[in-house]
């Protein structure tokens, strides 16, 4: 009913960037917060960075300052652009949406299938 298709991840060097993308398609009937997770071998998944509806945005702590998170409501869209990467940002990256289904009345969370990010020398 709901895909979630992410692209942008990639190897980089470290301080390098890259700007992940994730798009929402399906019968929507509305998105509330979207996010972005990752999970690096042997490690928990874990939360990066969150936006609301209205733009209010969330951070980790360890991605403070190097991270920024922006959506396009009009497309179903968010952004997750990284910039001053480190090794220990290497992770399979998730993105996540908060759904009502046209037929629902209720929200139901989504993922995407995941996008590799790797930095390295």
């Known amino acids: 009913q709901v895909q979630l298709v992410e692209s942008g991840g990639g190897l980089v060097q470290p301080g390098g960037s890259l700007r992940l993308s994730c798009t929402a398609s399906?019968?929507?009937?509305?998105?509330?917060?979207m996010g972005w997770y990752r999970q690096g071998t042997g490690k928990e998944r874990e939360l990066v960075t969150t936006?609301?509806?209205?733009?209010?945005?969330n951070y980790a702590d360890s991605v403070k300052g190097r991270f920024t998170i922006s959506r396009d409501n009009a497309k179903n869209t968010v952004y997750l652009q990284m910039n001053s990467l480190k090794p220990e940002d290497t992770a399979v990256y998730y993105c996540?949406?908060?759904?009502?289904?046209?037929?629902?009345?209720?929200?139901?969370?989504?993922w995407g299938q995941g996008t590799q990010v790797t930095v390295s020398s």
């Open positions: 399906g019968s929507i009937f509305s998105i509330s917060t």
């Open positions: 996540e949406a908060d759904v009502r289904l046209v037929s629902s009345l209720w929200e139901y969370p989504y």
């Open positions: 936006i609301s509806s209205r733009g209010s945005m």
